[in-house]
């Protein structure tokens, strides 16, 4: 014990000199905010300039990566990823609190595997066994793969199938990732890996040498850049392997297909017509590229695009992959641009169709025949179009073999990748693919990124009838059901069915609230004027909003809504996203969970509402509650205008929501239950000011395999730049900063140096332990009852028995014992900046100085050291000051118990805004001060004031 001070000492001027622990330049409130978010760029005091950005802002710079603020002209770019992910953090915070838009649930679905026939399948649930990697990987005895895929719309793609505009169809787009290979390739884990091509980059500043070109259909290679500086250099090395022709790949085919998007993503001439206005994002790309300098295998590309911390996708920016020969690119080019010149009438496109224009198709006859005329034209030097660097005479053999495999497969799918498209019958709903033996290698050896396909036949046929698809999948005559059904779907099948099929579920969509926050923007007030009359719009309040994300059950959405069906989904960043594994400290510090929290949504809507009435009374309105138990506005009950989507299970989660803001916020409900048409009509279509609604159920689909990266989502679902709640002006402006956000979560958060005003003013100090005769209840009795003034008054109460509801603002609640034990401890693990993750064998305190682990020992009461916790809150919804003491084991919670007594209580001046403290016990004197739980079993040691004790962390 004698170290006790020096070690003391020395930890506070530690916590002195972290910005914002004392002595600081902001709020203490700001500091335990920044903390309790998670954020390790951004200091309190670095964060002060930006205190008044909102989603706008915020959303803006994540996007964008750079962003000048007009206030200040100070410039923010993000250089780092402890910055972005910081700033992703605040920004989802800030629209969770202002929340004009809910997220409630990812809607899952499930595609259905005959069990009796697929051994072995890689799924995912972003993607389910959608992926190219699944249908690679699925396993069969006979290596024979029948795969079934929905056909509503009477034919198996609805989109055509050329790559340069085409295939944009969820099926033509899963055939065709089976046909081709890519240069890189998204993995499970959300980063941009190498496939066929792998990759050095260097960033720094690099002058573009005289060698390194672009191409101009007019002027051919020019080194247009040369002296110019780069930001990056990126060294490509592709594996030139054998196109499904039989024809070696080699560096031109890389070279040509880049000057082939030269000329059609650009208008090089007057009237150009090889030029395609849809190419217009790959325009954008090109003109990140500063030259190439093309090699035996790949190229070097100088460029002025980085990402500003995550290399994978600035080298996506980079990695360009041919799926077809050059030539195929460029006779479908002239096919597109000057068809009549070869005798042929009808008139193609790349991306689009209309009168007298078609959207090329390689899989139609009549489209592959004209092609196949452009083809023999070039090969017999009959090309009527010349490109500088484009020699149609060098492609005479390859163009050959293009017609042969023609010849062969009766189309000019020709690609690179595992399987060729060896039969296509449109009118039979049917396609077959079979293993492509030619040589192909990759630089990837990650199992779930297969270079081969299991099977050597896959077939796919269409089926117009959803449900019989799945009764074909049930039954074994397809081995995958390449569509996605909801869990209702499967409660239909006999047991029997039932038992053939290995479900793979996907997060299919998403569900939310969408609010119309709108008010007389010349009035501070929750006020909407019409020509019909004055009204008060409740979800012009932000409380009012907010207390939905609380009131709200996600759990009973999933369990009674969807039977299981779906994850509850506490923001747009949904739980398959990749990146939501970052948030978890936003939820934390807003205390956001998928039960919801009752009490403290109650506590909002009061708060807001109180504030509504004195806003409206500023102008001549009166805003009453009446003992009907609903809100009046100057004597008309409150009525809020949900649309409800009826399709699916927006329905019934409608229906939910309506009865809790009846029966709990006091507002009466027109549930206008509407079909997507008709409610996008009204929401989306419109806008907001024509208060034509209050809520609306929104559906929003999900993609597949995505970055990590979420650049985009701050900006589009919670910025007035995005759809918030929709593109019609006028929108709606945040209402909630970086500052506020901070203080409203940092509020939550007490100090240990508050403690002795608390308890001298106290109404009453609830001791709470887990159980009468515990060694926790000694503790309370032993060493925290001590710190208490004769005169208040202390109530005590088993955990299990104890409610947050009995406490009222004033009084102080001491929790003695760790989640496991004492449901009020566990209640605010949730928010604390220090918890316990419990595991296998062991036990985590997580704090923001580290994590420390705990082993349990064997036997399980021989303990010789451990951690405790010490943390002070306050309660959100009572007011109360909350105190809670535990460790990984009693004797640890009776250390914590000790250690405040003798230390913390009697020097709580030198604590200040200390919110909590981390220390390490260690059995170093025999004997016990305690009930030993392990006596009956020869534990004779436990803790005793002799013990030594280490502070570890605090903050």
């Given at each position: 014990m004698k170290r006790f001070a020096a070690v003391l000492m020395v930890l506070l001027l530690a916590a002195a000199a972290v910005p914002g622990v004392r002595a600081k330049a902001v709020s203490r409130d700001v500091y335990y905010g920044a903390n309790a978010l998670g954020l390790t760029y951004y200091t309190p005091e670095s964060l002060a300039p930006m205190f008044n950005w909102t989603t706008k802002e915020i959303g803006y710079l994540l996007l964008m990566t750079q962003y000048t603020d007009p206030a200040t002209n100070a410039t923010v770019v993000i250089n780092s990823a402890d910055q972005y992910w910081d700033l992703q953090r605040l920004g989802l915070a800030m629209g969770l609190m202002d929340s004009v838009r809910i997220f409630l649930v990812e809607n899952w679905e499930f595609y259905p595997v005959n069990k009796q026939r697929v051994t072995d399948i890689i799924s995912d649930p972003s993607v389910g066994i959608a992926s190219r990697w699944s249908i690679m990987s699925a396993k069969t005895p006979d290596k024979h793969l029948r795969v079934g895929q929905s056909a509503s719309i009477g034919s198996l793609f609805a989109d055509s199938f050329n790559p340069v505009g085409g295939i944009t169809?969820?099926?033509?787009?899963?055939?065709?990732?089976?046909?081709?290979?890519?240069?890189?390739?998204?993995?499970?884990?959300?980063?941009?890996?190498p496939y066929r091509c792998k990759w050095t980059l260097e960033k720094g500043n690099f002058v573009v040498p005289n060698n390194a070109v672009i191409y101009n259909q007019t002027r051919g290679w020019i080194a247009a850049h040369a002296g110019e500086t780069a930001n990056v250099k990126v060294t490509v090395t592709c594996d030139m392997g054998e196109w499904q022709n039989g024809v070696k790949m080699t560096v031109d085919d890389i070279k040509n297909y880049i000057a082939f998007y030269y000329t059609w993503a650009f208008i090089d001439v007057s009237h150009d017509p090889y030029y395609d206005s849809s190419l217009s994002d790959t325009a954008a790309k090109y003109r990140t590229y500063l030259g190439f300098q093309f090699t035996d295998n790949g190229y070097v590309v100088y460029g002025n695009y980085v990402h500003p911390f995550a290399d994978d996708v600035t080298a996506g920016n980079y990695i360009i992959y041919p799926s077809m020969p050059w030539e195929m690119y460029w006779a479908m080019g002239e096919?597109?641009?000057?068809?009549?010149?070869?005798?042929?009438?009808?008139r193609y496109s790349f991306s689009s169709s209309g009168e007298n224009l078609v959207q090329l198709d390689l899989l139609t006859k009549q489209h592959v025949d004209d092609l196949a005329k452009v083809l023999q034209a070039i090969s017999s030097s009959g090309a009527m179009s010349t490109f500088p660097g484009i020699d149609w005479s060098a492609a005479t053999s390859r163009i050959n073999a293009d017609l042969d495999f023609y010849s062969t497969?009766?189309?000019?799918?020709?690609?690179?990748?595992?399987?060729?498209?060896?039969?296509?019958?449109?009118?039979?709903?049917?396609?077959?693919?079979?293993?492509?033996?030619?040589?192909?290698?990759?630089?990837?050896?990650?199992?779930?990124?297969?270079?081969?396909?299991?099977?050597?036949?896959?077939?796919?046929?269409?089926?117009?009838?959803?449900?019989?698809?799945?009764?074909?999948?049930?039954e074994g005559e397809f081995d995958i059901g390449l569509f996605a059904f909801g869990a209702n779907k499967y409660q239909g099948?006999?047991?029997?069915?039932?038992?053939?099929?290995?479900?793979?579920?996907?997060?299919?969509?998403?569900?939310?609230?969408?609010?119309?926050?709108?008010?007389?923007?010349?009035?501070d007030a929750p006020i909407v004027t019409l020509d019909t009359g004055i009204y008060f719009n409740p979800f012009a309040v932000r409380e009012i909003r907010f207390a939905l994300n609380y009131l709200v059950s996600r759990r009973y959405i999933v369990d009674n809504i969807f039977h299981g069906g779906a994850a509850p989904a506490l923001s747009g960043i949904t739980p398959s996203d990749p990146a939501s594994k970052y948030f978890t400290p936003v939820y934390r510090a807003l205390g956001l969970t998928e039960e919801g929290d009752f009490n403290y949504a109650m506590r909002l809507i009061d708060e807001g509402m109180k504030n509504a009435m004195e806003q409206v009374a500023r102008y001549g309105h009166i805003l009453e509650k009446r003992d009907d138990g609903f809100w009046y506005f100057d004597g008309q009950p409150v009525e809020v205008k949900f649309v409800i989507r009826t399709e699916d299970e927006k329905k019934d989660i409608g229906l939910y929501v309506s009865d809790l803001i009846e029966n709990y916020m006091g507002f009466k409900v027109d549930r206008m239950l509407l079909d997507?048409?008709?409610?996008?009509?009204?929401?989306?279509?419109?806008?907001?000011?024509?208060?034509?609604?209050?809520?609306?159920?929104?559906?929003?689909?999900?993609?597949?395999?995505?970055?990590?990266?979420?650049?985009?989502?701050?900006?589009?679902?919670?910025?007035?730049?995005?759809?918030?709640?929709?593109?019609?002006?006028?929108?709606?402006?945040?209402?909630?900063?970086?500052?506020?956000?901070?203080?409203?979560?940092?509020?939550?958060?007490?100090?240990?140096?508050?403690?002795?005003?608390a308890v001298q003013n106290a109404g009453r100090v609830f001791f709470v332990f887990n159980n009468l005769g515990s060694p926790d209840a000694f503790s309370t009795a032993q060493y925290m009852s001590r710190t208490l003034p004769l005169d208040v008054r202390t109530v005590s109460r088993?955990?299990?028995?104890?409610?947050?509801?009995?406490?009222?603002?004033?009084?102080?609640?001491?929790?003695?014992?760790?989640?496991?034990?004492?449901?009020?401890?566990?209640?605010?693990?949730?928010?604390?900046?220090?918890?316990?993750?419990?595991?296998?064998?062991?036990?985590?305190?997580?704090?923001?100085?580290?994590?420390?682990?705990?082993?349990?020992?064997?036997?399980?009461?021989?303990?010789?050291?451990?951690y405790f916790i010490i943390q002070f809150f306050n309660d959100r919804t009572t007011g109360a000051l909350v105190v809670t003491i535990y460790g990984t084991d009693a004797d640890s919670t009776a250390a914590g118990t000790y250690y405040f007594l003798t230390h913390v209580y009697q020097n709580l001046d030198a604590y200040g805004d200390i919110n909590y403290l981390v220390g390490l016990w260690s059995d170093t004197e025999f004997g016990s001060d305690i009930p030993l739980p392990g006596s009956s079993q020869g534990d004779t040691s436990g803790f005793s004031a002799g013990d030594d004790i280490t502070i570890v962390a605090m903050g």
């Open positions: 169809d969820y099926y033509g787009e899963k055939v065709w990732n089976l046909i081709h290979d890519t240069g890189g390739t998204i993995n499970f884990d959300g980063l941009y890996v096919l597109v641009a000057n068809g009549g010149a070869y005798g042929i009438t009808r497969y009766d189309h000019f799918v020709i690609s690179n990748g595992p399987y060729i498209l060896d039969m296509y019958s449109p009118e039979n709903l049917y396609l077959k693919l079979v293993k492509f033996n030619g040589q192909r290698s990759t630089f990837n050896n990650d199992p779930m990124l297969p270079k081969d396909g299991y099977a050597d036949v896959i077939e796919y046929q269409g089926v117009q009838n959803e449900d019989t698809l799945l009764l074909l999948v049930a099948l006999s047991p029997d069915l039932l038992s053939n099929l290995s479900l793979y579920n996907v997060a299919s969509s998403s569900v939310d609230l969408t609010l119309n926050p709108y008010h007389d923007p010349d009035k997507r048409q008709k409610a996008s009509e009204i929401v989306f279509r419109k806008p907001i000011s024509n208060y034509e609604w209050n809520l609306y159920t929104g559906g929003w689909g999900a993609g597949g395999l995505g970055s990590m990266y979420p650049d985009w989502q701050i900006y589009y679902w919670y910025s007035p730049l995005g759809y918030y709640p929709n593109f019609q002006d006028p929108r709606h402006q945040p209402e909630v900063n970086v500052g506020d956000v901070l203080k409203a979560i940092g509020k939550q958060y007490a100090s240990i140096g508050s403690y002795s005003q088993l955990s299990g028995e104890f409610s947050m509801e009995e406490a009222l603002k004033g009084d102080v609640v001491i929790s003695v014992g760790g989640p496991l034990v004492n449901e009020v401890t566990a209640e605010y693990e949730n928010l604390a900046l220090v918890h316990m993750e419990i595991g296998n064998g062991n036990i985590t305190i997580v704090s923001p100085q580290g994590n420390f682990v705990w082993l349990v020992p064997n036997p399980w009461w021989n303990v010789t050291r451990g």
